[in-house]
């Protein structure tokens, strides 16, 4: 079974500040991990993903983030934030030894990140 | 840019009445997903179909069923609406060996 967990509900960061959003997981082989985001009544937009290969990928609108194997860590970064960040962040992984159903996806509770201006 | 339609936005039914959601994605997608989101439990599969009157249960299927007769078309039934399915309902679509699923915008479904 794939798991992952988001340990904070709540982000809070100052604009300018740098800003990131926690992920773990848990796959019985090797992962894919993804990072979306939501604004307000709108459905989950792709940011980025760790498919395979150097282990900090890079996304749109700034955003980055680190595979670390060790840790089963995928945390998402940004160096500096902006309020128009604010938004609900989910993480999701797929194992990728993963049988028939394996498209699907287990994604995180989801944090709320916001920015203060 | 793929795009990918929800038949409505918001959505109010009474206890026991059938409910028909509808999904369409226009990138001739095979793979296409139905999962309910609620706070504080994230998003959660209910079915999905790997193509054309294919269909596999998700997390909680409990109380709902697919239909795809078309390979654009994938709608989630609520046979006898309860109120513990109000809820966000979110589709989503991706090609065959592609990675990332991408989303409508979400049916925002209340029973009373």
């Known amino acids: 079974a794939q798991s992952v967990a988001q340990p904070e509900d709540q982000v809070n960061v100052a604009e300018g500040n740098p800003l990131t959003v926690k992920c773990t997981y848990s796959v019985s082989g090797n992962p894919y991990l993804f990072w979306y985001v939501q604004y307000p009544n709108r459905g989950l937009q792709f940011r980025l993903k760790?498919?395979?290969?150097?282990?900090l990928v890079k996304g749109s609108y700034g955003f980055e983030a680190e595979f670390n194997k060790s840790q089963t860590s995928f945390h998402l970064k940004k160096p500096s934030a902006l309020v128009s960040d604010s938004a609900l962040y989910f993480c999701?992984?797929?194992?990728?030894?993963?049988?028939?159903?394996?498209?699907?996806?287990?994604f995180g509770k989801g944090t709320k990140l916001s920015v203060i201006p | 840019d793929v795009k990918v339609t929800q038949s409505s936005r918001y959505l109010v039914k009474r206890t026991g009445e059938k409910v028909f959601l509808e999904c369409v994605q226009d990138?001739?997608?095979?793979?296409m997903f139905w999962y309910r989101q609620d706070p504080g439990l994230g998003l959660r599969l209910i079915y999905f179909?790997?193509?054309?009157?294919?269909?596999e249960k998700g997390d909680i299927p409990e109380g709902y069923s697919v239909s795809r007769e078309k390979k654009e078309r994938f709608s989630l039934i609520l046979e006898s609406a309860s109120t513990n399915q109000t809820s966000m309902y979110l589709c989503?679509?991706?090609?065959?060996?592609?990675?990332?699923?991408?989303f409508g915008p979400g049916t925002r479904l209340t029973v009373t």
């Open positions: 989503a679509s991706h090609p065959t060996g592609y990675y990332e699923q991408y």
């Open positions: 760790y498919i395979t290969g150097d282990n």
């Open positions: 999701a992984v797929r194992d990728i030894y993963s049988g028939a159903g394996s498209y699907q996806l287990t």
């Open positions: 990138m001739d997608h095979e793979n």
């Open positions: 179909s790997y193509d054309v009157k294919m269909k």
